[in-house]
């Protein structure tokens, strides 16, 4: 049990690592861009590193996009 959980932890953190390189490499919101709503895209990003959609009880991918 231990092992299982210390693999999602695992691959947890490196998609989070993943999530903050592209971040990095992205650089600030562009100009004119509403940094609340740039932020809001980024917390949704970071919500699915961390809880991917495939793994979240009771969601329907068919309906997303």
Same mark, same amino acid.
């Given at each position: 049990?231990?092992?299982?959980?210390?693999? !999602?932890?695992? @691959? $947890?953190?490196? +998609?989070?690592?993943?999530?903050?390189? +592209?971040?990095? &490499?992205?650089?600030?919101? =562009?100009?004119?861009?509403?940094? !609340?709503?740039?932020? $809001? +895209? +980024?917390?949704?990003?970071?919500?699915?590193?961390?809880?991917? =959609?495939?793994?979240?009880?009771?969601? $329907? @991918?068919? &309906?997303? @996009?």
């Amino acid at each position: 049990m231990f092992a299982a959980l210390h693999r !999602s932890a695992e @691959q $947890d953190v490196t +998609r989070v690592i993943a999530l903050y390189e +592209r971040w990095v &490499k992205a650089g600030p919101p =562009p100009l004119g861009t509403s940094l !609340s709503r740039w932020w $809001d +895209r +980024r917390l949704v990003e970071l919500h699915h590193a961390i809880h991917p =959609p495939e793994q979240q009880p009771g969601t $329907d @991918q068919t &309906k997303e @996009q």
